[in-house]
């Protein structure tokens, strides 16, 4: 079945640089494209960017400057880096698999992302 | 970028109400709306797909409807499991936007 794993360090200081993984299984990083959705603690949700199927990316407007989204197809892995954190970065990190045609459909748990020192 | 406009923020349902919350699009998303529901320290669920679509084990109690940029969720018949938060996000333009979200709350 498919599922969306994320890993990464929970405490980050500030400045330094934010590095996830998620890792997939059940489908192909090939065939689909995977989204990355942060949630600050108790605000909404916020699209942070996408690697396409074929390795395009997309990102959120006031991120880019600091993001990269890349993949490992060999091993399903797809990887956020975000660089200078700061404590507004503070958030659960989900990422989710898509389809053009019906949206943001499986999820992983999400990992909790502290930026403090 | 897109807006999405939710409203309202909160609201405070009893059981059995109809509910319903909307999201206006600052420009055309067409269908390509979700809707998610999420319980607290729980990942988002897909209610709703291209605007009226009921997603995969969703009770019927859900639907979607789309007038002009406005696109809305109704729960017919609140049940306790109903109470959580909402969001939506249109999919059609990148980057993709959410909703601010709403707030169910019992009564």
């Known amino acids: 079945q498919v599922q969306l794993k994320e890993s990464g360090p929970g405490l980050v200081q500030p400045s330094q640089t934010l590095s996830l993984t998620c890792t997939v299984s059940?489908?192909?990083?090939?065939?689909?494209?995977v989204h990355w959705v942060r949630q600050p603690p108790g605000k909404g949700l916020e699209w942070v960017g996408a690697?396409?199927?074929?390795?395009?990316?997309d990102y959120n407007s006031a991120l880019k400057s600091r993001l990269s989204i890349s993949r490992d197809t060999s091993k399903s892995q797809v990887f956020l880096k975000m660089n200078s954190l700061q404590t507004e970065d503070t958030a659960i990190y989900f990422c989710?698999?898509?389809?053009?045609?019906?949206?943001?459909?499986?999820w992983g748990q999400g990992v909790m992302v502290t930026v403090s020192s | 970028d897109i807006q999405m406009t939710q409203s309202p923020s909160s609201m405070s349902v009893s059981l059995g109400d109809t509910v319903t919350i909307t999201c206006r699009a600052s420009?055309?998303?067409?269908?390509?709306v979700n809707w998610f529901q999420q319980k607290p320290g729980k990942s988002p669920r897909r209610m709703i797909y291209?605007?009226?679509n009921l997603a995969d084990g969703v009770p019927s109690r859900f639907s979607g409807s789309r007038s002009g940029s406005d696109y809305s969720l109704t729960i017919s018949s609140l049940e306790s499991e109903d109470v959580a938060d909402y969001h939506c996000?249109?999919?059609?333009?990148?980057?993709?936007?959410f909703g601010a979200g709403t707030k169910l709350e019992l009564k």
């Open positions: 291209r605007a009226t």
């Open positions: 996000l249109q999919y059609d333009e990148y980057p993709y936007t």
């Open positions: 989710t698999r898509s389809s053009y045609t019906t949206g943001l459909g499986y």
């Open positions: 690697i396409w199927s074929g390795g395009s990316t």
């Open positions: 420009q055309d998303v067409g269908i390509y």
């Open positions: 059940g489908f192909s990083l090939t065939s689909n494209s």
